[in-house]
């Protein structure tokens, strides 16, 4: 079957899958989330997307949770799809109550997700590198949580497609740059890779830190520190980072060039990386 | 029957109103909400809420929904319920569709409502005041718009219950007392009333602005500008206000009294005003 939904233990078309209206991921975004890439049958860092999800349920005090029986349940739905190549979105809710700010008394997590075939990025993208727009920073305090928060997100990403760009990049008010609506950002400079260091301000992205992994394997300097949009101007080469953008170039920011406006050699060379790591 | 939810047109049982797991209100929190009470069996400032509710979809940049369908459906939600003092909850998404970030192409927004007996505030707490703690404000940048990215909010409200306060009052980096978790704030000082400008920080609340109303027509000064949690500390009164709240005294924050600590007359007085006027 293409696609498959799993909503608390039962797996079945997507169409039918429902959640009670007062599911507090819906009436309060009150709720965290993953997305899981397969490559040629295998799901990519699976345990660290499980920690993460730990970290950001820790984060919400949501109560406890069985990591063992959310990787059950995922592995049981991807065996179920028989998806070579696919995308596994899964979505936990604190619990479903009557609405009310206050935590409930008694939470029981809801697990819903999805399982479908990943849809790459168009080929001229990879190519030719993307576009993006900035975006003042308006998202919540808590990026590093891995929540459902993501109106701000959902409104920067069509404001980039409505200019004819690919993305937006948050910008904090101080100037410095944080992250895309999906994907984390780097610069390349002088051959030294940088980086938005971890705070509460981005996501850890999984993908970010296989990159980091793949720089300290490859001898590639690494810097994790605040830059501002003028040291990306002034840099060889950006690109974003993320299970589905991958390492994905970025060559014009505001319609102004980055470097030489082209696609850059670490870009290319971390992105085959990267995909070789995967499809191991 | 005490409790009813209506899904798109269909009224029934809360417990089995149900919403696709595709629902961007679940996926994104894009989604937009209303909370009307009604006093005596009729709905207080019904028409005051669907403006708002129409600022909300215009500021997300919705499909256009009719507001005439959405007054004669909640109308008829409230005739079918028979609750003289009732709360409704109302929640439009922009629609289910595949997730991913981009509006979809040709959005459907769905109309979600529950309608319950509206519970009173505690006898006790509008005696003698509520207890609040400050929280730097971590919202995202819209607070203007109704939406359900709430979980600042809740998180904010759990932090203050459990710390033995009613709710929890967001103060901005530079000091600014903003509004609560899901009410405005007021102080009186000198007979004069005083709350934060309509910003993107706060929420136009409607019992704010009924508020706002009375005080011009019984003369009492009305100073909408940015203040301090110094300055509150040296108001003679303090209240929230919102649609649940109505009225209510603010007597200490983080442990600290509000003027004298007890509950001042022009709160009272404006409590008995309001609940006049929304019986009339």
Redesign the interface.
Known sequence: MPEL?Y?NGKIGP??E???????????????V?EYVASYGGRLFRLEDHLARLSRSMAG??FPPVSIDQVRDAINELYRASGIERAGI?L?LSRGVD??D???PKAPVPQL?M?V?PLKEKPAHLRKDGAAVITV?D?????CDLK?????????A??QA?DSGAFDAVFVSDAGIVREA??SNFFIVSGGMLMTHPLTENILAGITRQVLLEIAAEQKIQVEERFFTLEEVFAADEAFLSGTTTEVLPVVTIDGNPVGDGKVGPLSEKLFATLRQAAQE
């Not at 209206?21 to 009150?30: K, L, S």
């Open positions: 939904a909503v997507v169409e899958a429902v959640v009670p209206i007062e599911d507090r991921g819906y009436n309060f975004g009150d709720a989330y919400l005090f979105y979505q009557r609405r700010h206050p935590f819903v999805t479908r003042t308006f998202r919540w305090g808590r929540t459902v928060q993501l109106l701000p997100n959902v409104m990403k069509q497609l609506t999906s």
